[in-house]
């Protein structure tokens, strides 16, 4: 067993650190969070630190990092923002992902370059508003007319509405076959019949998370991303690496959280002494430690697995409806530590909770993950329904 990182992964965090620090400084991070956007600066300098294209093949602009790697450059984002690695996981990781593993060359070849040189992004558009956990009973339609898909229904609750400029679509192509029956599609956001609009989320605010409706829809066939009917099996393998990742940069913005409650309760003084001294202050601080430590190990040998090209689906899904509960509890606690300074806005403890809840909730919640454990670990005969 080697649980040490290689020593240009050790480099590469090191630059991803020295990248954050200079690019995601807290007044810039306040700002986007308080406008519900991102700088344009921002994607600039993702894209000339390659982190805009980090999991993406080189022949389209992207590093081509393995997994591990691209863990290492979330985890550390997330210690100074959460939406900063976020982004890069919807947009680089799942959306442009799925293009990059199914799409058809000329649609690579096209799109891609725009994303891993930061001036386009993507999002992934598969929850409705009547269904989201049951995403194989999704209503969009897509259907053959003409010499194009012809799509109608309504995608809600997505991430990056009103930021991407295309989005991964989910529609059904053949109704009748349920989740076999669903197939995915590039939507360029400037296609006629296309209408958005953004909620005002309490957290993950420059996600921009919103709905998007579809009326006739025309997308030529080149636009069917992987084969007909294969969509639902593409997004849910894709899930299972974005969900690692996001439970990863739960960790990541956790841990910054903690560090800073420790620096607080190292020089703030109570009865005669630094609070640290308390045992209950310090134990506290050791029990989040010790379990975002032995969190942390379960993703990186997630990644570690899908690096392998072992199956990983169990431990992403281990993975996900564990680390974000655990990272929100972590991150209540820090700001209990620090007391009522940390109730603010003007402390970045808050700004954290409220990020970090979202995951809770966004790529499937800890009820389904725990299902697919179930299903993985117990054999499909347990799955409580077909
Ligand atoms: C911040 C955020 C970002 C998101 N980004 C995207 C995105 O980019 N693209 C996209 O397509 N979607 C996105 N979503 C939607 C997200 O994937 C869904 O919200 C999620 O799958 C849950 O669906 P739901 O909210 O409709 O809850 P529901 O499916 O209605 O579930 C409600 C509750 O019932 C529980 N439940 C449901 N079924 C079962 C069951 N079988 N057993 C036990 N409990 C069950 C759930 O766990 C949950 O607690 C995002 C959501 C959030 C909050």
Same mark, same amino acid.
């Given at each position: 067993?080697d ?16 990248f954050?620090?200079?690019?995601l ?12 956007s991102?700088?344009?600066? *921002? ?5 000339q630190?390659?982190?805009? #294209? $980090? @999991? /993406?093949?080189?022949?389209?602009? %992207?590093?081509? +990092?393995?997994s591990?790697t ?5 985890e ?24 990059a ?10 799109? *891609?370059?725009q ?7 993507? #999002? $992934? @558009? /598969?929850?409705?508003?009547?269904? %989201?956990?049951? +995403?194989?009973?999704?209503k ?26 295309y989005?991964?679509?989910f529609?059904?192509?053949?109704p ?16 006629? #019949? ?5 909620f005002?989320d ?45 439970s990863l ?7 910054a ?6 620096s607080?309760?190292?020089q703030?003084?109570?009865f005669?002494r ?54 929100v509890?972590?991150i ?7 007391g009522?300074?940390a109730y ?5 403890q ?11 909730i ?25």
């Amino acid at each position: 067993m080697d649980f040490g990182f290689t020593e240009e992964q050790q480099l590469f965090r090191a630059s991803v650190v020295e990248f954050a620090k200079r690019e995601l400084t807290p007044e810039k991070v306040k700002n986007w969070d308080r406008s519900a956007s991102f700088s344009p600066e *921002l994607f600039e300098k993702l894209a000339q630190a390659g982190l805009a #294209g $980090i @999991a /993406l093949p080189q022949e389209y602009g %992207g590093q081509g +990092a393995d997994s591990v790697t691209v863990g290492i450059a979330i985890e550390e984002l997330a210690k100074f923002d959460f939406n900063v690695a976020n982004l890069i996981i919807i947009d680089n990781v799942l959306s442009a992902g799925i293009l990059a593993n199914y799409g058809r060359e000329e649609l690579k070849q096209a799109v *891609l370059p725009q994303i891993t040189s930061g001036k386009k992004h993507m #999002g $992934i @558009a /598969l929850t409705e508003p009547h269904t %989201g956990s049951d +995403a194989a009973n999704i209503k969009t339609i897509a259907k053959k007319e003409d010499g194009f898909y012809v799509l109608n229904g309504e995608k809600a609750s997505v991430s990056m509405v009103g930021l991407a400029s295309y989005f991964v679509l989910f529609a059904k192509t053949a109704p009748e076959l349920g989740s076999k029956g669903i197939s995915a599609f590039l939507l360029p956001m400037d296609a006629e #019949g296309v209408q958005t609009y953004t909620f005002d989320d309490f957290g993950y605010r420059p996600l921009k998370r919103g709905g998007i409706s579809l009326k006739n829809v025309k997308l030529p066939f080149q636009n069917l991303i992987g084969q007909e009917n294969e969509g639902f099996k593409i997004v849910m393998k894709q899930f299972d690496f974005s969900k690692t990742l996001l439970s990863l940069a739960c960790i990541g913005t956790a841990l910054a959280a903690l560090d800073d409650a420790l620096s607080y309760a190292k020089q703030r003084e109570a009865f005669g002494r630094p609070i640290l001294k308390f045992e209950a202050v310090q134990f506290r601080l050791v029990e989040h430690y010790t379990l975002l430590e032995a969190a942390r190990l379960l993703c990186y040998k997630t990644l570690w697995l899908r690096d392998k090209g072992l199956p990983y689906t169990k431990e992403a899904a281990m993975c996900k409806w564990w680390i974000p509960r655990l990272c929100v509890e972590a991150i209540h606690d820090a700001i209990i530590t620090i007391g009522n300074p940390a109730y603010s806005k003007d402390y970045p403890q808050e700004k954290r909770l409220r990020d970090v809840m979202g995951i809770e909730i966004g790529d499937g919640t800890a009820d389904i993950q725990k299902i697919v454990v179930a299903r993985e670990a117990f054999g499909r005969e347990f799955v409580p329904y077909k």
